[in-house]
């Protein structure tokens, strides 16, 4: 078992920043890939990035890239999510995943955090 606590999440205004953090415990978190979704009301549950569990393979979505950063720290089992030029839009809950696969697809991550939710105003 894996346990994911996300944190970071809050109000922020339209351009700003906030970096979200995923702390993980049980397993040794440096043999997972780790992955940020998000799912805003209404919608699905999407992927937003992926980071291989050597950090040598990072996907973004089409609508996060060139403004959020995925990035892990093994030594402190953490996985962080900076975001920038935040837009009304990436308004939403915020889960990580951990899975032994790298993979794009929710239904390959078994462990999910509680989520934190990201509220970007206009």
């Known amino acids: 078992q894996v346990q994911l606590v996300e944190s970071g999440g809050g109000l922020v205004q339209a351009g700003g920043s906030l970096r979200l953090s995923c702390a993980a415990s049980g397993r040794t978190f440096s043999n997972y890939a780790m992955g940020w979704f998000r799912q805003a009301p209404g919608k699905e549950r999407d992927i937003v990035a992926a980071?291989?569990?050597?950090?040598?393979?990072?996907y973004y979505a089409d609508s996060v890239k060139g403004r959020f950063t995925i990035s892990r720290d093994n030594a402190k089992n953490t996985v962080y999510l900076q975001m920038s030029s935040l837009k009304p839009d990436d308004t939403a809950v915020y889960y990580c995943?951990?899975?032994?696969?790298?993979?794009?697809?929710?239904?390959?991550?078994?462990?999910w955090g509680q989520g934190t939710q990201v509220t970007v105003s206009s």
């Open positions: 995943a951990a899975s032994t696969i790298y993979s794009i697809r929710d239904s390959a991550y078994p462990y």
């Open positions: 980071i291989h569990w050597s950090s040598s393979i990072r």
